[in-house]
């Protein structure tokens, strides 16, 4: 029996709050992260990669093998180091367009409300390959910057970045 068929009996009668359960455990363990990757194969030398992610303990997949199966996408994987911690992840643009966005549209989030939209603005713009010019992805990169936390903990600084990317 599924995932989602073991799950649904909790939901009986109220089977439209099950969207609401998925965006509000999101809200809590979930997030919506934008790396920023060198990659000398890209254009500008560097990738942007979106990502919407849920972490849970292993003890609990069946919470994420939910989410796998409502979105009909995504891979859950090990966190890497010995942590016994689960990672939902959805990173094809397509599956982040068509099933992601739509979802947290429709059922919203309260706390990452304010990375879910830059998310949004990202992903959406890297569809229409505003990302290809150094103006763009400037842009992009900026928004990513502004998203969980303003940049901390990441590898490089957006000015390094910035400094080396081709002129225009």
Known sequence: MSTLHRVLPLFKGKRNLLGYYLSGFADGEGTFSVAIIRHPAQRLGWMINPVFQVYQHEKHREILD???????????????GTHPVLTFSIDSRRSLLDRVIPFFKRYPLVVKQHEFERFCVIVQAMERKEHWNVEGFKRLVSLAYE??????????????????????
Request: zero cysteines.
């Open 147 to 168: 998203m969980n936390q303003q940049g901390k903990g990441r590898k490089h600084s957006k000015e390094y970045i910035f400094s080396t990317l081709p002129k225009e």
């Open 66 to 80: 939910l989410y796998k199966e409502y979105f009909a996408t995504g891979n859950i994987y090990r966190k890497s």
